[in-house]
Every structure is written in structure tokens, then in C-alpha cells.
């Protein structure tokens, strides 16, 4: 196993692609290769998908699922209980690799400009339960079955990657940024379920008249 903790978020990313089998992988073998950096790591990987426009088929739920539970491993402050069902779950290496090849040029990015700030909100046993309810609420909406609507997939992830790098990191300036993109969630949904309950009313009312 590589020394990961020695590596940047990109490095790591890079070094696990190119263990991938060309079989294809699962989940546990994916986070087993990640290592060290640990859960929010992980986290950060399964954001991937939804961010790039690259494809692995029916991860919605899955991912969004077990980022989840890393929330409520981060709330509780203990590694958390994943389900064998979904760490066994087959990924294609035709999909998988390129997934973290190209998510390997965005966390590059983030290596940047990523570092040790804001310590109020990255520090402290009540502050971190807090940031994991954050996490978990992201990773709900992330479940959401609405991933033919534009952004719906996109912001939720948002959410999950800012607030788990700046966990990952005590970059108080990506967890604000992780609160902003949930918010910003909360009402595009809001928004959504709004102009649904509209368009139900018009109809009914073109149906009776």
C-alpha cells in the first residue's frame, strides 16, 4: 500500500487509477486502494460522477447512500457501518478509471488552493458532529430520484465534496462553501417541488374546465 497521507488528493487519485484490474473493481477494493486519507476521502471520490461528464450507470443512490453513512460515522466520531451489499458492488475499469483520471485534474485544483483556515469551523468535537449532519443531509439530497432534472445531482454533490475536503483538509473556507452549495440545494429542490404542485393545479383545472 502506498503512503497516501504523503500525497496530495490528485496523487492519490492518480496512484489508485492505475491499480484499477481491467475487470473492473468494487467499492471495497476502491476504498482499500484510496487508504489512509480514510472516509472523507472516499467521500470525496464517490462525488465524482456527478460533477464530470464522465458515466457510471445507477450511482445516484448507491453513492449518495454511502456518503450518507460517512456523515453519520463523521456525526458520531467512529468509522461508520457500510453495507456489504453496497462495498461489493461491481464498477467497471471502463468507467471507473476515467472517472478518477478526470477527477484527479479537479482535486489538482483543490491542492492549490486548499490549506488550514478558519479553524473555528473546522475544529472541535460539536463543530464536527455539526459539519457531519451537514454531510449526511447533503448525501440525502444526493439520493434524490431526479437525476433527468438538470443540476439536481450536481449541486447535492457540490455540497459533499466542499464539506468533506474542508473536514478533510480544516479548510473552513471549503465547508462554508459546502453550506452555501446545500443551501443553495435545499432551494433549487424547493423551487422544483413548488413549480410541480403549479403545474399539478393547472392541470387539474384544464381537466375540470
Known sequence: MFQDTEQSLASTLLTASTQIPTEGTTLRSLFALIGEQGMLMFCMVLTIPFLLPVSIPGVSTVFGLLITLIGVGVTLNRVPWLPRALMDRHLNAEHLVPALERGAKLFARFDRVIRPRWLAITHGATINRVNGLA?????????????FIPFSNTIPALACLFLAAGMLQRDGLFVLAGYLALAG????FGALIVAALV???SLRGLIRS
Request: proline content about 5%; cysteine-free.
Open 185 to 188: 440545494t435545499l432551494v433549487y
Open 199 to 201: 403545474a399539478g393545479n
Open 135 to 147: 454531510l449526511v443531509l447533503a448525501g440525502l439530497l444526493l439520493m434524490a430520484p431526479l437525476g
